[in-house]
């Protein structure tokens, strides 16, 4: 299995909350992926990395920011959690593009 | 117009069956095309990748591109009860995936 863990794994929390979702891995890989699965909606890109401090926005980052300061460590914030946040977030890492490997797996909810 | 479209589902068969999964593309440009598989509870995991157009067989899967009607397939023989999961296709491009919305297929013994 590739190299990849996130934390926390489960986490509750309050309506404008700041919260972080760590995801890390071993495999020195150049892309690192945050994405958000809800029913219906399949896979949602919200931030992805090609590199350390080189991000993107994905198809949903209203509300979230990332930051990569090294290559194995990957952190999504979510500065105020709303409702609509709750969810289950993906970290996936890739060498060159292609292939994505995914964690385990973040899930969030906020009451 | 999603740039990835999949049969949604879900789609329940007996053990044994051929089960046909399904995704169209709207870009010509794609050159690459993965199949994930998802159990419950539990992150994607790729299962078949295959480059421009034709068959691509492993073990009881076959990956099918038709890059002239922008279609892709994944096709299971022989299903098993284990091959129940989430199957979502997937078109890497620029360093990023676009994913289908996954198609859930429980195989009944």
């Known amino acids: 299995d590739a190299g990849i863990t996130q934390s926390p794994r489960h986490k509750v929390t309050e309506t404008g909350t700041p919260v972080t979702l760590r995801c890390h891995q071993t495999?020195?890989?150049?892309?690192m992926y945050w994405y958000r699965q809800d029913p219906g909606h399949g896979l949602r890109l919200i931030h992805y990395s090609y590199g350390v401090k080189d991000t993107d926005k994905g198809e949903v980052s209203d509300g979230y920011s990332v930051s990569r300061s090294k290559t194995e460590d990957f952190l999504l914030t979510l500065e105020s959690a709303t409702s609509s946040q709750t969810s289950v977030y993906f970290c996936a890492i890739s060498e060159n593009g292609g292939e994505q490997f995914f964690g385990p797996g973040t899930r969030l909810t906020v009451l | 117009q999603k740039e990835v479209e999949q049969d949604p589902g879900p789609l329940s068969v007996p053990e044994g069956a051929i089960v046909s999964l399904n995704c169209t593309y709207s870009n010509s440009a794609f050159q690459y095309f993965m199949w994930y598989r998802q159990y419950s509870r539990k992150g994607p995991e790729l299962l078949m990748y295959?480059?421009?157009?034709g068959n691509k067989e492993d073990g009881r899967f076959t990956a099918q591109v038709d890059k002239s009607s922008k279609y892709i397939s994944l096709f299971i023989r022989d299903s098993q009860p284990s091959d129940s999961a989430t199957y979502l296709c997937a078109i890497p491009d620029a360093g990023k995936s676009t994913f289908g919305d996954g198609t859930t297929l429980t195989v009944k013994p």
């Open positions: 495999e020195n890989h150049r892309y």
């Open positions: 295959t480059y421009s157009s």
